[in-house]
């Protein structure tokens, strides 16, 4: 690294908050040769491997629907597995984005996952609630998220500094 800093996994390990959208493509309903029993459909119960190493106190995943049912249901039944082997508790979000601002127009599956010690304390995550805005009133994630009346989402934008980065004075 030639700016001193630490590598991208040695700075991103300092964030409170992780985003993540594992490879979908062998479990999205669209893909007629899917196979949804190999090695990169997988990859939606593997990164609970990374999230275990860097602790985030939340991490938010993004998944097409049908993550719910690929392999009979064993996939998601091993991502809950997980998340609760290492720690974390899983709060489950079927949305559609354009509900929420989006010009985007297609049913997804958010999982809220929060560190157990940080779910003790602040309690489960609240989702935002569906504005059902036209496509003149799009918004950012950071919009989107900040009016949620969830304790837990309020205190780690507080504490997180990327965040208040993006802060309007």
Known sequence: DSTGKGSFVQQART???AFCGPPCTQITQVNPYRDETCATARLFVDVLDVLDRT???MCFCESPASVMTADGGRLYASFQDKCTHVGYVVHTYGMNARQYGSIENRHRMFFCLV???VHDRLGPMTPPTPTNASQTDMR???E???PADSPLITAL?????CWKRFRTP
């Open 157 to 161: 934008i507080d504490r997180s500094s």
């Open 115 to 117: 560190r157990s010690d």
């Open 55 to 57: 602790r985030h106190s």
């Open 15 to 17: 964030a409170e908050i």
């Open 144 to 146: 989107a998220l900040l």
């Open 140 to 142: 950012t994630m950071r």
